[in-house]
């Protein structure tokens, strides 16, 4: 099974609707994040979480936020879903640590028309 | 801050020859360099990273990258390309002197391998 799961896997929605993406681990790792990634522009960090009581803004959380609901869980919403929010998200998991390393869940394509 | 600028969106090559994927960093402090790869419909898995031991650091699949300080360089490396090495490699770096290291990535270098 994998580590770091993600659903849906594939979301397609409409301008200014209500979506959710789920993304779960069973590393046991504290560090949880968010990526969206555009092609041409690499992977952007959206959110952080370092436990489930420390939430940390990226470089472009505007139009997201997130929720943390248990050490396994990290949920991304985005309130009013806009075209340019179409991206592959990711989710990623690490531990602390100086020479961490992140692991990346499969990521969930989402179309917003 | 921290930044890397990957040469190439796209590199061909044929099976057997050597791959070599470009990547500066910038940084104000003693970085750390990744190295990410992308295969089709998945998430990102490290290659590799360097963490300011030895600076030609082996990875995975038989890659390896050397860390360059003097030219602020920490390009890739395999000497002979399979068809399985097809995907979308990414540098990354994050500071080496703070407690969290926020990964900044480049903008990705997908590798082509033709028979």
């Known amino acids: 099974d994998a580590d770091v799961t993600q659903t849906p896997r594939n979301r397609i929605t409409k301008t200014g609707k209500r979506i959710m993406l789920e993304c779960s681990q069973t590393?046991?790792?504290?560090?949880m994040y968010w990526y969206r990634q555009d092609p041409g522009l690499g992977l952007r960090l959206i959110y952080y979480s370092f436990d489930v009581k420390d939430i940390n803004k990226g470089e472009i959380s505007d139009g997201y936020s997130v929720s943390r609901q248990a050490q396994a869980k990290f949920s991304l919403s985005l309130e009013s879903a806009i075209p340019n929010q179409t991206a592959l998200y990711f989710c990623a998991t690490s531990e602390p640590g100086l020479q961490e390393t992140q692991y990346f869940g499969p990521g969930t394509r989402l179309l917003v028309l | 801050a921290q930044s890397v600028t990957q040469l190439g969106s796209h590199v061909s090559v044929s099976e057997g020859a050597l791959v070599l994927l470009r990547c500066n960093y910038s940084s104000s402090v003693p970085p750390y360099l990744f190295w990410y790869v992308q295969y089709p419909n998945q998430g990102l898995q490290l290659l590799l990273k360097?963490?300011?031991?030895?600076?030609l650091v082996k990875g995975i699949n038989g890659f390896e990258a050397e860390f360059k300080k003097s030219e602020t360089s920490f390009h890739l490396t395999k000497p002979s390309a399979h068809m399985s090495d097809a995907a979308e490699y990414f540098c990354a770096v994050s500071p080496a002197n703070t407690g969290f290291q926020k990964l900044v990535f480049g903008t990705g270098t997908r590798l082509l391998v033709s028979p």
């Open positions: 360097y963490t300011s031991a030895a600076t």
């Open positions: 590393k046991g790792h504290d560090r």
